[in-house]
């Protein structure tokens, strides 16, 4: 089944702004209540059920509203998931480089680090198991595919600023190989990280993450200070 996750603003259905709401004030409350109960809702059945098995009745009726109450809120299974992936996954690692790229100097961020992926793997399973997902079904449809690669190189722009500007921060030398590279590094070692978690609960020690990333800047700042290049032996 092709899934065509559109960007677009956070959550609503596509056009619904040009509709004046004459909601009143109670309705529009509980209007943003039944939003976030949608949501909860479709994390739980595409984590436990997947997206592909899961339909738009399932999901408001385990929400406790109407599927006309969901259709107010959300265009579709798509939109579903797109707003999922930008406020439950996403959003967090924004957060997560924000405070990378302007954190002082003598904050230990390979710490802060493993402090978010402990409490990714502890708390977010469900998130962990829907960004691994989209990544099974972008494999799969080339229209997603190409909507996924947008998504993952906004990722990587976002950290290779981060990491740049940490390096500012320490005083440290430039990197020996471009940010993007170093960004897709470790993206993947995070991908990786928590699909072993996902598999194997429990197997992955929550201070990994931050021993893995301090030993790959310590690396690439060994490698400038030695004269040496990234490729070299």
Known sequence: MAVAVKPGPQGGRRGRSDRLDRRTRAA???GREARRDLLAAALRLFAQRGYSQASVDEV????????GALYWHFS????????????RVDAPMR??????ESAPPERDMSAEASRAFAEWVESKRDEMLLDR???????RDPELRARYAERQAARRDALARALEARTRHLGTPDLPMPAEDVARIVLSVIGG????????????????????LALIYAGLVARVRSGLSPSAP
């Open 28 to 30: 529009r409350a509980q």
């Open 133 to 139: 997902e989209y990544w099974s079904l972008a494999i």
């Open 95 to 100: 957060e997560l480089l924000a405070l990378l």
């Open 60 to 67: 408001a009726a385990a929400a406790g509203y109407s599927k």
């Open 193 to 212: 990280l928590s699909i072993d978690e996902l598999v194997e609960p429990g197997s992955v020690r929550t201070e990994l993450l931050g021993e893995t």
């Open 76 to 87: 579709g299974k798509e939109d579903l998931l797109t707003a999922l992936l930008e406020e």
